[in-house]
């Protein structure tokens, strides 16, 4: 039952938050991965009857599945594992750019991508153009600095966000992923490099957070055109 005063429904496992939108301009996300499927059905089923859109993060194959059983207009992302229930349209402005330096760095951009396309942004992707190959990157550099926002996921060393951010004049923001060999010890490796580049003003979210990556961006674009107008 919704708790008026408060602006939360009540559901004894969990207390949902119906004022976030008002008061921060986003409507809250449910991180699914700690959550049975009867408690996400219940979450979802609350907000679908309170009128708002939803984003769930971490969500797996079986939990969407059970979702999408109990109300069919779900969306599914499944390389980013985000779940979306739309029920009021989303107007997407400006442009976020989210690039990786490889192909198994994917997840964490496509998490960031669908969160900052939720939260209202435009986006454009840049895969596969990391330093090994980084000619890559170059081909690509002048699309990329159109954007308002540009993230840049990457394991293994991580060098992709600084490298991006010596090259442009927009802010970044560095997605360190758990991609990589043993030493790079589930991604801390990249984290370290991004938090120590030399680059300034880049901003370093945690490792495999493309969720927070792509909630900022997606703050940061709607500033910038605030601004503009």
């Given amino acids: 039952m919704e708790n008026k005063d408060n602006g939360y429904i009540e559901l004894n496992f969990a207390k949902l938050d119906t004022q976030r939108a008002k008061r921060r301009g986003c409507s ?3 991180f ?3 959550k049975t499927e ?3 059905i219940k979450i979802f089923k609350e907000f679908k009857s309170a009128g708002q859109n939803v984003i ?3 969500a797996s194959k079986e939990q969407a599945a059970a979702l999408k059983n109990e109300i069919e207009e779900l969306n599914y992302n499944e390389s980013g594992r985000i779940i979306t229930l739309i029920q009021n349209k989303i107007e997407k402005i ?3 750019a989210v690039c990786t330096g490889g192909t198994g760095d994917i997840p964490a951009a496509e998490e960031a991508a669908a969160t900052a396309e939720f ?3 435009n986006v454009k992707k840049y895969y596969d153009i990391g330093v090994a190959g980084i000619h890559r990157l170059f081909d690509k550099i002048d699309e990329i600095k159109k954007a308002n926002v540009i993230i840049a996921a990457a394991g293994m060393e991580g060098a992709l966000g600084g490298v991006i951010a010596g090259m442009v004049d927009i802010p970044v923001i560095a997605l360190p992923t ?4 043993g030493s790079s010890f589930e991604g ?5 490099t991004m938090l120590n580049s030399c680059a300034e003003g880049m901003t370093v979210v945690n490792i495999d957070n493309g969720f927070n990556a792509g909630y900022s961006a997606s703050q940061i674009n709607k500033l910038i055109e605030k601004g503009r107008k």
């Fill in 28 to 30: 809250e996300a449910v």
């Fill in 119 to 121: 939260y209202g942004s």
């Fill in 188 to 192: 801390l490796s990249a984290l370290l």
């Fill in 94 to 96: 400006g442009e976020i």
């Fill in 178 to 181: 758990s991609i990589g060999y």
């Fill in 38 to 40: 009867k408690q996400l």
């Fill in 32 to 34: 699914c991965e700690c």
């Fill in 56 to 58: 769930g993060t971490r």
